[in-house]
């Protein structure tokens, strides 16, 4: 859908910039967790600002890297939070329908799986849990695509990294 | 067509032929059906015997049609993507239904006329018959499932609410095989504002969903649209005039989706249909069922609801039909405005889950919206896993948090061997990427664009300043260029395949002479 090469460009242009926020502050010694997470979520949110704030799923996660106090997000902040606030009041408008009587009809036992299911799918999606179903799986779409591009990009790093170490293996 | 309308008028009689014919032969494919439709509509033909082999051959080309059209690309409908372009969807399938039946098509625009001239004039009638008549072969796939003798002027009323419904039915089938979401976007309004006006939109609506019938890619669909239409042509064929102007935006969408909900239920083979829509659809295809067989032309509430349609949803929606021509929900449907917005809804769903399917790896022969659902958690949280699993590695790799990039890809290039490794479809990416961001070394860009060819010098090049850097962590922007240089290189030797084992050399040639330049 997307032009996955730019997508990837620019993921790894604004990870980058994050990362050397990161690495410019050479003072304190990060623990190799800290690391971890700092390469995370850098590279997160690089890959939600590809998506500038078209998706749910990118604004949770800005919102959420924002709230618990990264320096990378800055100015997105108050956008993410709004925006945040909304997608939380925009919860389900459809309330679900509980058939009282317990119906053991295959259609009802059908619809009880999916609806987990989707319970599910909304709990891994970053911001997922106030998406509208309808839009759920755009998202899903969405989400999974920039995970794969993001993950491309991390793997090139990783095995480029690797090789500095091991020049001539 | 006039033979369209003949068959949709009487389907009372021929309801329990069609819906018996559909449920045992549809699933086995359209030929069976075609020859079940023939078999069972034989004594019902009208006085027109062309027009029946129309109607066959119209199948035929029809299913043909609508394979040929689920073959291209998505393997959606793709002819019938919106209903702006349901016209020229149509005018491709009548073509390539002209490719296959060369015999048959060329007969049915001229059955038109004399069909038309037999029926009494009524001008809406005429009008849509005028406007049906510019339809496909695949319009026909509709018609013909409604096949039947005319009767009286009821079946006129009939005609038009099928007409309507076959539009709503296809409306909400383009609005299902629509490739792309914001095509459905574009139908819901589309559906809205033709429901709106008056009959000639309905008619539309008919055409856009024959359209859409036909060229799904399945044609169990476009059958059980018409046979959605031919249950609402029939429920709503109480009053012939309300029912020929009956319009309005959301009982059209109801109808429509109705439409859609009952072809859901009649592909049972479809992936996306769950359990749960597959019962309702079932349960209204009983329902027809149960409905021909009594022979109603207006079957009242609580014979739908006789112990068929228990898992339908409130069948007391015929009674409204009769005042309130534009509901077009199916028979037993809920013609409420919730249910019948939730079925539009699930029509998107399904349709998004399709594009899913094309994404997660390994869904293709899922069936079933549960399972599919299964696949995409697993996937979701695989990718993240993954995520997670690389970054953890990018720290260890990194004690640093340095990241020299222009190293890493120079010292990626002299390890790479052509064709190898993943980082084949990144760096004409990231080569892309950079060298506009950063201009500080443009004579080196460019130079090394016009001699592409000359990999050796771009490798030699392009080591001298990335070597430099190696021992130091970088913080410059400015050196990111040099970088990609060096993917500009790996560009080279993707782009030039035949050349690759050769500058693959080269670099392996240049590398070690190239380090040693610089490393004295």
Redo the contacts between chains.
Sequence with gaps: MRN???V???F??KW?TG??R???D?KKN?S??E??????LS??IAMASTRDKTTRWSQALIANASSSGDTLTGSSKNNSSRSRKKMLMMRRR?PKVKSAKKEM???????R??QK??R??KN??PGGESID??C???E??D???S??A????????????????N??? | MGDRENFEVDRDRDRVNYSTSMASDWRFGVGNFANSMVDSYVTNFWDHPNSQNLGFCDINGGSSNMNVIGKDGFGYGRGSHDHRTLEMGWSHASSVLKGDNNAFLPNGPAMLPQSLSQFPSDSGFIERAARLSCFGAGNSVDMVNSFGIPQSMNLYARIGGTMQGTGDALLGHGLRSAALGGQSHKSDPNVVEDAKDDKEMTLQDDKRSENLAVSHDEGKQALGGSANESDRAESSGRDDSPMLECTSGEPSNKGLSSKKRKRIGLDADKDKVDGSPEQPGAAVKDNSGSRQQKEEQQPAPSTKGSGKNAKQGSQASDSPKEEYIHVRARRGQATNSHSLAERVRREKISERMKFLQDLVPGCSKVTGKAVMLDEIINYVQSLQRQVEFLSMKLATVNPRMDFNIEGLLAKEILQQRAGTSSAHGFPPELSMAFPPLHPSRPGLIHSTLPSMANSSDILRRTLQPNLAHLSGGFKDPNQLPEVWDDELHNVVQMTFPTSAPPSCQDLDGSAPSGQTKTEP
């Design positions: 996955q090469r730019s990837k460009q620019e790894l242009r980058i990362l050397r990161y690495s410019c050479e990060m190799f967790l690391r971890k997470k700092a390469i995370k590279a997160d459809r009809s295959a259609s009802c036992i059908a619809k799986l999916v299911r989707t599910k799918l891994l999606l179903e309808g759920l799986v755009e899903t779409l989400y999974i695509e995970l794969r993001q993950i491309e990009v991390m793997r090139y790093l990783v095995t480029a990294s690797q090789l500095i170490i020049p001539y293996p």
